[in-house]
């Protein structure tokens, strides 16, 4: 069975300071990891995806994020925020071979001016 | 390219009545998905359509929820008898045919229809 535990339910950051947004994943197979972002009344957007390739992931709007197989960990990042980042961040998991996706219960993230 | 759509946008009944959701996906794309999004929690896969099939509908409450993709393009989703617990987001995404499409293929995802009931 897979799952993600998104460790933060609400992150609050000053404009212009970095992003972390925390994920754990559960998987017993090679997993594909994805990060999708939800702006008010708008459709989930795919932000980036990890598929076995490249384990630094970048994304759109300059996040990033780092699959550590290690710490089954794939936390998203930004260098410096912006106030159009505010919005629900959900990390979702999904087995090779198995395109059901299963999310987390997201991130609101916050940007104060 | 359009993206997946989806009507009605926002919908209030009362209990007990029925309700339709309808989705159009990305044309080309074979897979079709219906995800239910309770306030404060992530998507929940209710049904896969792979074409006019019924890939994986094991989620899906079958006494109340029925779903449809009889030409495989367009679907339908409906609530009959709508409970207080079925207030969601019930999201449309769709996905490239499984044959065309590499590890972790990529769903779009409609903006949903946001349902209300009183």
């Known amino acids: 069975a897979q799952s993600v535990t998104q460790l933060d339910s609400h992150v609050s950051v000053s404009e212009g300071t970095p992003v972390l947004l925390r994920c754990n994943y559960s998987s017993s197979y090679s997993p594909s990891l994805f990060w999708y972002v939800q702006h008010p009344n708008k459709g989930l957007q795919l932000l980036l995806k990890?598929?076995?390739?490249?384990?630094l992931v970048k994304g759109i709007n300059g996040f990033e994020a780092e699959f550590k197989k290690s710490e089954t960990s794939f936390h998203l990042t930004k260098p410096s925020a912006h106030m159009s980042d505010a919005a629900e961040y959900f990390c979702v998991v999904s087995e090779i071979g198995n395109e059901k996706l299963t999310f987390g219960t997201g991130t609101r993230l916050t940007i104060i001016p | 390219e359009a993206g997946v759509a989806q009507s009605p946008r926002y919908k209030i009944i009362e209990k007990r009545q029925s309700v339709a959701f309808w989705c159009n996906p990305i044309?080309?794309?074979?897979?079709l998905y219906w995800y239910q999004q309770i306030l404060g929690q992530g998507p929940k896969l209710l049904i896969q359509?792979?074409?006019?099939?019924?890939?994986?509908d094991s989620q899906l409450p079958k006494d109340r929820f029925s779903a449809e993709r009889l030409k495989g393009v367009d679907s339908t989703l409906k609530i009959q008898p709508a409970k207080l617990e079925d207030s969601a987001v019930y999201l449309c995404?769709?996905?490239?045919?499984?044959?065309?499409?590499?590890?972790?293929?990529?769903?779009?995802f409609g903006p949903g229809t946001r349902l209300l009931v009183l």
């Open positions: 990890y598929t076995s390739a490249a384990t």
């Open positions: 995404a769709s996905s490239l045919d499984p044959a065309n499409r590499g590890p972790g293929e990529t769903q779009y």
């Open positions: 044309s080309g794309h074979a897979t």
């Open positions: 359509f792979q074409n006019n099939g019924v890939v994986d």
